[in-house]
């Protein structure tokens, strides 16, 4: 899943090819991807894109005043092209692709989304505040505004696992399940502590690893083509993913903790003094 620092790239991307150009078309191909109808995607037309921008996981393409807002969801994804083809795309089967921007210089973009489970989201709206997941987000971990006063209001209180708090977009925006692992590994911190158990030394590591952690990956994505950024953020990634690898700060086997529909990773050494999580899944398939 794109996450803060992949979305930022990809606006900075966008934003070096895009403003100033206006919007020939827009093809829809997946329906269930458009959630809005007014105005219509077809008002999009003719029009000039002003701004690229970036709320949380949300991608913000300003045409004119009319707001094009992306979110890329588990498995989408963004795929420039210097040519759009001439031919229509058809939709259905396994076509990947579910929506196809055109500009006025023949170039344009490609959102596609792989598998079966669909969450791909396109809004066409005059304001990004009327995206309802837009509206409801915490603050961004790049901003100013987010300060280690901001961070110690947000935990206080919470009974809640630190791990999904930082994933909860309306607590802090912008940051998944890969990066949640990334900045919990570097401030040496259980995924499963309460949040408001930590104390102000705690606070102050957390939010240095938040900010450290993002830029960091940012600066590793700048300037990065769009096909480029999954490996970038691969490659960038010290635990999660790497289950049964060495911790590259201690050298302990990074281990994992399935959930539903996803998995953290961490290393005991460096996050719980040596000591396995336990993993609920597997202790009730083996009950």
């Excluded at 959102?111 to 961004?140: C, H, I, M, N, W």
């Excluded at 607590?171 to 040496?188: F, M, P, Q, R, T």
Aim: glycine share 8%; with cysteine.
């Amino acid at each position: 899943m794109p996450e803060l620092p992949e979305v930022e790239a990809l606006t900075a991307f966008l934003r070096e090819r895009v403003v100033g150009h206006a919007v020939a078309r827009v093809d829809v191909l997946a329906i269930s991807a458009l959630k809005t109808y007014d105005p219509p995607v077809t008002a999009l037309a003719g029009l000039t894109v002003t701004g690229a921008s970036r709320h949380g996981k949300f991608l913000d393409l300003d045409v004119d005043g009319i707001h094009l807002v992306i979110h890329l969801a588990r498995a989408g994804w963004l795929r420039w092209r210097d040519e759009i083809p001439s031919r229509p795309a058809r939709p259905g089967g396994k076509n990947p692709l579910a929506l196809r921007v055109h500009l006025d210089d023949g170039s344009g973009f490609d959102l596609t989304e792989a598998g079966t489970k669909k969450g791909l989201a396109v809004y066409v709206v005059r304001d990004p505040d009327q995206v309802p997941g837009v509206a409801s987000l915490g603050p961004d971990p790049l901003d100013e505004s987010f300060t280690t006063d901001r961070l110690r209001e947000i935990v206080a209180g919470k009974r809640t696992q630190i791990k999904g708090l930082l994933r909860d977009q309306s607590v802090v925006a912008g940051i998944g399940n890969a990066y949640s692992d990334e900045v919990l590994h570097a401030a040496k911190m259980s995924p499963f502590k309460i949040a408001a158990t930590l104390t102000d030394d705690d606070v102050v590591t957390l939010h240095s690893s938040i900010v450290t952690t993002l830029r960091d990956a940012v600066d590793r994505s700048r300037g990065l083509e769009a096909q480029d950024l999954k490996g970038e953020k691969k490659t960038g990634l010290r635990v999660h993913g790497r289950k049964g690898q060495e911790c590259p700060v201690c050298g302990d086997t990074i281990r994992e903790v399935s959930f539903a529909d996803s998995a953290l990773q961490y290393c005991p050494t460096c996050q719980t003094a040596g000591k396995p999580l336990a993993d609920r899944r597997m202790s009730r398939l083996l009950k």
